[in-house]
């Protein structure tokens, strides 16, 4: 038995789960699993299947088509068992990409690394014990473009579906983003935008915050304002020290960030304008 996930978006009008629910039905398919939301916002329908059937992905998608076309949707149709073949970057901190490594390793999250990209040689080693090619790019400002250009190639050449800046520290270019968009997911410290730029925990300390969390999103050109994904916030006191804030963080942020790849793997975030909705 095959297992699909079908995601579609439309603009909102009556009919639009009768004949979708009909077309899946003609094509052999039981419904598993059904969610649906209406953005008030933009008239948008949103909606996320999961079904099983003995038919094809060919078979399925032809079927759909002409659902597809008279509605406008833009509509896929996904092999529920695949796994998200994902290019990770990072620089010197691991605490994000150990979680996304452990949890892929330990078949909680549906992906596959076949390559990481760093502008340091800080975590090579923690990519050769967990198997995955290590490929070290430097990025300066005068070789930003080269260091791009090597960057798409090796997104074509792994045949990269989703990229992760796990704590990744350089800025990606507005073309790299535009050509990506939808397809790279960053984390980094929710106290934006404050306590912006070096040691925003420390930062966040003097000022005596008590809570501190992490966001992950989708990259634009906007830094750092990209359609969010997932958040998550912890509390603290002012006994914490700015060392354990920054202890603290990083765990927040490698959860908050396998959370957010995870969902983007099993094709549960849609993206609403600059919103996304994620259905769980």
Not at 28 to 42: A, F, K, L, R, V
Not at 89 to 118: E, W, Y
Not at 224 to 247: F, K, M, N, Y
Request: with cysteine; net charge negative.
């Amino acid at each position: 038995m095959n297992k699909y996930t079908v995601t579609l978006s439309c603009v909102d009008r009556p009919g639009i789960v009768h004949a979708i629910s009909g077309g899946l039905l003609g094509a052999g398919c039981n419904i598993t699993e059904s969610q649906q939301y209406e953005s008030p916002e933009s008239g948008t329908f949103f909606m996320r299947i999961e079904v099983a059937t003995e038919q094809s992905l060919v078979q399925v998608r032809a079927a759909l088509a002409p659902i597809r076309d008279e509605f406008h949707m833009s509509l896929r149709v996904d092999d529920t068992t695949a796994r998200t073949r994902t290019l990770i970057m990072c620089s010197k901190a691991g605490h994000a990409l150990n979680d996304l490594l452990f949890a892929q390793r330990a078949g909680t999250l549906a992906i596959d690394v076949p390559v990481i990209v760093s502008n340091h040689l800080e975590l090579k080693s923690m990519a050769e014990f967990y198997d995955v090619d290590f490929v070290h790019l430097p990025v300066t400002p005068s070789n930003k473009s080269q260091a791009e250009a090597e960057l798409l190639k090796l997104v074509d050449d792994y045949d990269i579906e989703l990229v992760v800046l796990a704590r990744y520290m350089q800025i990606l270019s507005d073309s790299l983003c535009q050509r990506m968009e939808g397809r790279v997911i960053n984390i980094h410290h929710s106290f934006l935008p404050s306590f912006k730029g070096a040691k925003p925990y420390h930062q966040a300390y003097a000022r005596g915050v008590k809570l501190i969390g992490a966001t992950a999103h989708y990259v634009t050109s906007d830094l750092d304002e990209g359609p969010i994904i997932d958040q998550e916030v912890t509390q603290v006191s002012h006994a914490r020290t700015p060392e354990q804030l920054v202890a603290l963080g990083r765990s927040v942020e490698g959860r908050t960030l396998t959370r957010a790849v995870q969902w983007h793997a099993e094709h549960r975030v849609m993206l609403d304008g600059q919103r996304t909705i994620v259905f769980s």
